[in-house]
């Protein structure tokens, strides 16, 4: 039995996420954690909402709570969202966890011991009202460029110029609108990315299987310009992990807190310590080399945005410690969906959300739709016209059709239960050969994380079904050969649970309806197809199922599409 790390970017806690990011971290990383749950291997899934930061900060404030409050309650909304979804973590933890808190501080702590943090001293905005330090998202003032004058000190929302806070005329304070502000000497950590260049790189270059998006990215920021800087990471905030603890190596890092970046990815280990603590397994086994993880396989999903942090500064933290960890082996990155036309965005607002998703269908239609539309190799576009067509043909006429028509039919002619007798002949024999073929094709797309051709190859396994109903027709061949129309059936209906098992990945809930719907309780992976169409024995009673997906009409794909055109407010 194999075991399997996988782990998808966290999203951020500030509001309901929109279809692009979740397909382009928690849904593949859900397809594939569930594959290899139904290979029989063991699977560690860890999600968490990434919490610190100014945009938090600002967000409760918007909302008129306090961060923290704020947070445990928009956790809720995302962990209830993701229920919805059926994204099986194995845990969905939060960065602001005791666990993230403690083991951020003895990373920081290492790294500074190991001559890879540096105390950087710069000048920053202080607001003698707020009695803190400002950053650069809590100042606004007019833009020197365009002349807005809600600026923010670092970039301008009405002409997107790229701003310093000193750039702002007249700058004030977002706490307390105060400009009573100057500029005062402030002591930061940085850390030493510069003296990890040589190494990463090398790491890298060892990557040979990854998708070039993700090794392109990390070049990118290897060598461009000067190649890779240090990074500061510790910010003034109060709401994050304190950068002065208890038996830390520096002083005067009162008031401080470490960057968000720093503090999120290490939440994928504190995350499996939240799990551990919850449900009493060994988190080590997972995550140290030297505890049992030597024989793990660490997989991270994410969007392109997060390729950076994954592939240099998360991975800086873990080979700069010096301590065995277990570091990332596969890193699958995503290009960005698109919405009807432009972008999707939640800071306007713009595209579907995932909560409105699934007031308007299940989750598998929506699944199944970003999954098999996955903006793997470059940017997709989600249009209303084209995850209509999408849901119509593959699931409804498809899948769909297939396991109805053969219910449906046996039920008329033989009543509720596996006919007996006969044999289904070549074309049986044909089609077992070819599902065994496209079978171990969808299983090598699966462990290559290729989502759409697997969506592509699963496709064409319930097409291959609906052909043999077609060419062998059943129904004409019971006028004169009802023991032979009966054989048939018996393979068609044999498919159901196996088209199930294959199809749960991407579809749970309508494999889950299946299962049901032929009385099957054996969920064992295909190894073997000629076996595997035999499982439902003769006489085996099933109940006919109601209609697995339902078509999306003109007059709702019309209603949905003025519905999302304009602004979620
Ligand atoms: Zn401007």
Known sequence: MARHLVTSAIPYINGIKHLGNLVGSQLPADLFARYQRARG?????????????TPAELAAQKAGK????????MHAVQARIAEGFRLSFDHFGRSSSTQNRALTQAFAKRLFDMGLIREVSEKQMYSNADGRFLPDRYIEGTCPNCGYDSARGDQCDNCTKQLDPVDLINPRSVISGSTDLEMRETKHLFLRQSAMKDK??????????WPVLTTSIAKKWLHDGDGLQDRGITRDLSWGVPAQFEGAPWEGMEGKVFYVWFDAPIEYI???QEWAEASGGDWERWWRTDKGAEDVTYTQFMGKDN?????????ATILGSDEPWKLVDYIKS?????????????SRGRGVFMDQALEILPSDYWRWWLLSHAPESADAEFTWENFQVSVNKDLADVLGNFVSRITKFTRSKFGEAIPEGGDWGEA????????TTRIRDYERFMEAKEVRKAAAELRAIWVAGNEYLQSSAPWS????????????????????????????PFIPDAAASMLEGMHATDQTWPEDVAAAVRALPEGHAFTTPDVLFGKISDEEREDWQSRFAGIRT
């Open 41 to 53: 291997n063991e699977v560690m899934f860890i999600c968490a909402t990434d919490e610190h930061g």
């Open 66 to 73: 306090p961060v923290a409050e704020y947070c445990a309650e």
């Open 200 to 209: 990463l790189d090398a790491w890298i270059d060892s990557k040979t299987d």
């Open 270 to 272: 504190a995350g499996t």
């Open 307 to 315: 390729v950076p942090f994954h592939t240099l500064s998360f991975p």
């Open 334 to 346: 995503f290009n960005y969906l698109n919405y009807d036309g432009g972008q999707f965005s939640t």
């Open 428 to 435: 049986g024999e044909a089609l077992i050969a070819e599902l």
């Open 477 to 504: 061949v019971f006028k004169t050969d009802p023991v032979q129309a009966g054989a048939i059936a018996r393979l068609a209906l044999n498919l159901v649970p196996l088209y199930a098992v294959l199809s749960a």
